[in-house]
Every structure is written in C-alpha cells, then in structure tokens.
C-alpha cells in the first residue's frame, strides 16, 4: 500500500493559506471533495475535527497526520498541504508543523488504514523525505519525490 496510490497533483497543495490548524485541515479537504471515494464531505471534515479534539496528529518532526475512520468516505482518501511558516498543530514535540498529510478511511477498512498509517510513518523516518518536499517547487515535484521514496 502506497501513499502515492491516493495523492494527485489535484490533492496536494504545496502552499498552505491557513495559519491555523482546522482551516488548514479545511483547505486540504476541500481539495478532496471532489474525488469520486469521497461521499459526505461535510461529515468527513466533522469527524476529522472530532478525532482531531482527541489528542493531536502532529506527529512531530514538522509533520502532521489528520485523519478519521468514517463511512462519510466510500474507499481511502488522502491530501497533502504545505506551510512555509508552520502551524501549531500542538505536536508531540512542540514544533510547528509544516507538512499535513489528511486522510480518511471507511470503518470496515481499518486494516488498509493501519497499513497506510505505518507506510507513512516509515517514510517519514526516511532521511531527507520530508526535507525534500518542503523545498518542492511544485505539486508535481512532491508527488514525484513520493513516489521516489516509496519504489
């Protein structure tokens, strides 16, 4: 299972407007409203919030994972944004967080989900990984640098 498999250049967004958090996580979303594994978007972005209240998806490492197990989606959904200034997603180490990665998963997919999860915290470990997104020019470039590490 790969990230690659559910990003386009349509859902990555390389320069995040939001400053805070849950419109930053809006504007990601808002990218994946319109592909066809999205069912209610509306509900989605509420249980991203709902899990998000829970405890933070910062994950450290400037890198966020705001995500939800929703049936609001019909198959796997994922986006990636970019801050150049950071954002206070108040992360496990207390940095702002410049790389959001967004996803939802219908609840009877929670295997493919974990799968996913771990996938991408095994990319993040990679040295130069998301040190290289951030410097991306481009929606294309991110997606590519993606695919590189994951081959």
Do not use: C, W
């Not at 790969?2 to 958090?21: N, R, V």
């Not at 994922?78 to 998963?105: K, N, W």
Request: charged content about 25%; hydrophobic content about 45%.
């Amino acid at each position: 299972m790969k990230l690659s498999d559910y990003l386009s250049q349509q859902t990555i967004l390389p320069e995040l407007q939001a400053g805070e958090k849950n419109k930053a996580i809006a504007e990601i979303g808002e990218l994946l409203s319109p592909v066809d594994a999205m069912g209610d978007y509306d509900v989605f972005l509420g249980a991203v919030f709902s899990r998000e209240m829970e405890g933070s998806t910062g994950i450290g490492g400037e890198v966020a994972i705001p995500h939800a197990r929703t049936d609001s989606v019909r198959d796997l959904v994922a986006g990636m944004g970019r801050s150049s200034g950071g954002i206070d997603f108040q992360a496990v180490d207390g940095r702002p967080v410049r790389l959001v990665i967004l996803m939802g998963i219908p609840t009877a997919k929670v295997k493919a989900y974990l799968k996913l999860l771990a996938h991408i915290s095994v990319l993040i470990k990679q040295k130069d990984f998301t040190q290289r997104l951030l410097e991306a020019p481009d929606a294309g470039a991110m997606l590519e640098i993606v695919r590189s590490f994951e081959q």
